[in-house]
């Protein structure tokens, strides 16, 4: 989100400092690399809190960290506020529309990177293994998928999962108008190079405390103070703490992954096994799993039973493993209504919010980086329910 900001800024004739702190594995790099434009609703609705129950870890993907009860207790309280019909219906109309430039935003982005290749549009395939299969596919194409064309997977494609798998799967359905990154380290790697030849300042060192005063803003580092006219705060989970007097519910929402080689055998596309909640994405020579939905805090221990699970799934689908698996997990940043944060600080012109994507911070990025740009340039304003005080005004 950063590092598409900061890109977009500078080649539009702004100044820019990105202060980054170098990271080998953040959430922008760990997840699936799907570019989600399906994903048009929010998920702060009532049929998402049933889940909690149907779902909780180990029998599904939703984790509550029982060791930080008060990092989550309280923003759930928020979350079922938010599941009011009212604003379940204001935030899907933000959120579809914000959508339905995601992925023309991302063709935009590679094409000024000169880097078609970084993307991949041949879409993504949904896969079910159970006995409510047929069920579960018909639910999915008779869903509303706005700017997305769902297609039954043929049966001969199903054959051929079936002749690699070792669980067999009965219905898929392919979605076509989403899209995935073919490297998410060289996304991020040649995002920063271009920042740079754009005249673009990286600063390599974490941001600390944020002032606002009437003509500038002070960013202490810990690599020294800067001053500047604007800040736009795209920091992640770490976002709230930078902000004085605003309320920011910001919950650690962890994802998990394992990757492994996969010694060149695994050539179907990109899947998502419904009924585990697994999404394995092809990176080169390299498979990816991920799952889980883990709620807890930033800073506390990851749970070696996720990674367990998942490795357990990869070896009952029969995926080709030819080396070691190796482990990630990562925090996304989730507002209790499961909106982004976007615009100026009511309290603070001078600080513009960019933060609060949860799941869809890779598929949103761009299209995120093209709003801010717009109401830095033109004072364009952005959708209310994406109101970076909106908390602030409610509590």
């Keep these: ?29 760990g997840n699936a690399g799907h570019i989600a434009t399906e994903q048009t609703q929010v998920l702060a609705r ?11 870890f180990p029998r599904g993907p ?21 599941c009011r019909p009212t604003i379940v219906r204001q935030g899907d109309s933000a959120l579809k529309n914000l959508m339905a430039d995601a992925l023309p935003a991302w063709k935009r982005l590679t094409e000024t990177l000169d880097r078609p290749d970084l993307i991949d549009l041949r879409g993504i395939i949904k896969l079910w293994e159970g006995a409510t299969a047929e069920r579960s596919a018909t639910a999915s194409l008779q869903t509303d998928n706005s700017f997305i064309t769902a297609t039954r ?5 199903i054959d051929i999962f079936n002749q690699t798998l070792a669980s067999p799967v009965r219905a898929g359905v392919h979605f076509a108008g989403t899209a995935h990154i073919t490297s998410p380290r060289e996304i991020l790697d040649t995002l920063l190079a271009r920042f740079t030849l754009s005249g673009g300042v990286h600063v390599p060192a974490m941001a600390l405390s944020i002032n606002h005063a009437t003509r500038n803003v002070h960013v202490k580092t810990t690599d020294g103070d800067l001053v500047a006219d604007r800040v736009i705060v795209a920091c992640g989970i770490r976002s709230g703490s930078l902000l004085p007097r605003v309320t920011v519910p910001l919950m650690a929402e962890r994802g998990y992954h394992v990757e492994w080689d996969h010694g060149g055998r695994w050539t179907l596309p990109n899947v998502v096994f419904e009924d585990r909640a697994v999404v394995v994405t092809r990176f080169g020579s390299r498979l990816r799993a991920t799952s889980f939905v883990e709620f807890t ?7 070696p039973c996720k990674w367990h699970r998942l490795e357990a ?29 976007l615009g100026t600080l009511r309290h603070a012109p001078r600080i513009i919010a960019a933060y609060g994507h949860n799941h869809l911070g890779l598929t949103l990025a761009p299209v995120t980086a093209e709003l801010i740009t717009t ?14 005080d909106r908390f602030s005004l409610s509590s």
């Design 297 to 303: 805090r930033d800073a506390s221990r990851p749970d």
């Design 153 to 157: 997977v043929e049966t001969r494609l």
């Design 313 to 341: 799934h990869v070896r009952e689908l029969g995926l080709p493993v030819k080396s070691a698996f190796s482990r990630w997990h990562g925090s996304r940043p989730t507002l209790p209504d499961y909106l982004p944060a």
């Design 46 to 56: 009532l049929s998402t809190a049933s889940r909690v129950l149907t779902d909780l």
């Design 1 to 29: 989100m950063a590092r598409c900001c900061a890109l977009r800024l500078q080649e539009q004739g702004y100044a820019v400092t990105l202060v980054a702190k170098p990271d080998l594995a953040p959430p922008s790099w």
């Design 62 to 82: 939703v984790a509550l960290d029982w060791r930080n009860i008060p990092a989550w207790l309280p923003w759930s309280f928020r979350f079922l506020h938010a």
């Design 375 to 388: 109401h830095l340039l033109h004072g364009t304003p952005l959708p209310t329910p994406f109101n970076p």
